[in-house]
Nanobody
Framework: QVQLVESGGGLVQAGGSLRLSCAASGGPFSIRGMGWFRQAPGKEREFVAAINWSGGNQYYADSVKGRFTISRDNAKKTVYLQMNSLKPEDTAVYYC????????????????WGQGTQVTVSS
């Protein structure tokens, strides 16, 4: 059974940076796509970024393009989300997820989910 555990969330001022990590256990991590989503209070879960199995291809939501970077270390079974130039509207619970598809952006395309980590950006 695949387990995903996020870490690295916290409180940061607008313009600051955070790096989220997602450690995976169980299952064939190195051949699976990974993604990050976020969910703000009262809103639907939305796609943030995805990375393919090798790390050679990434895809971003327009709202984070140029500010966030997704990466992975298959030896460590970990995927990262570097978040720079954070804005108050980035405040949400951030989830990592695993998929058998290539760069999926839909919630239903992902098979496994972490519990999430809170990111709060103050103005």
């Amino acid at each position: 059974q695949v387990q995903l555990v996020e870490s690295g969330g916290g409180l940061v001022q607008a313009g600051g940076s955070l790096r989220l990590s997602c450690a995976a256990s169980g299952g064939p991590f190195s051949i699976r796509g990974m993604g990050w989503f976020r969910q703000a209070p009262g809103k639907e879960r939305e796609f943030v970024a995805a990375i393919n199995w090798s790390g050679g291809n990434q895809y971003y939501a327009d709202s984070v393009k140029g500010r966030f970077t997704i990466s992975r270390d298959n030896a460590k079974k970990t995927v990262y989300l570097q978040m720079n130039s954070l804005k108050p509207e980035d405040t949400a619970v951030y989830y990592c997820a695993q998929s058998g598809r290539v760069l999926p952006t839909r919630v239903n395309d992902y098979d496994y989910w972490g519990q999430g980590t809170q990111v709060t950006v103050s103005s």
